[in-house]
């Protein structure tokens, strides 16, 4: 089973929409739903705050506290698709960001659920 680490918008989390977390992007990681290809581990959640800065350092602490490389990253569907975006930097450039600095590859978007 793929392990995976999922990170959402710190912004639109704390916005009163129920996240981080409450079903959707463990849901559909749990189910193999959305842009999960089957069912996986999450071995971290881990949420971003504006400006970003330090997202990729509290990426690097929980992989190497947890002591579990994730297979995957994957980008919330708040983080990688809400409108308004992120003004800071797109999804894309954030995670040519994530993935030169791990290595690991970065997934737009977790469900498809409302
Ligand atoms: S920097 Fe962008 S992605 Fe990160 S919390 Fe702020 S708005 Fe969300």
Redesign the pocket.
């Known amino acids: 089973m793929e392990r995976v680490a999922i990170i959402g918008?710190?912004?639109?989390m704390d916005s009163g929409y129920g996240c981080p977390g409450e079903w959707r992007c463990l849901k559909a990681a749990a189910l193999g739903e959305g842009n999960f290809d089957s069912p996986c581990q999450v071995v971290a959640f881990i949420k971003?705050?504006?400006?970003?800065r330090p997202l990729i350092s509290n990426l690097g602490m929980a992989m190497k506290l947890s002591e579990i490389k994730p297979d995957k990253i994957y980008f919330s569907s708040c983080?990688a698709g809400s409108t308004p975006g992120?003004?800071?930097l797109s999804p894309g450039e954030l995670a040519s960001l994530v993935q030169k600095a791990t290595g690991i590859e970065v997934v737009l978007g977790t469900h498809d659920y409302h």
């Open positions: 918008c710190g912004a639109y971003c705050e504006c400006p970003g983080l992120c003004p800071y």
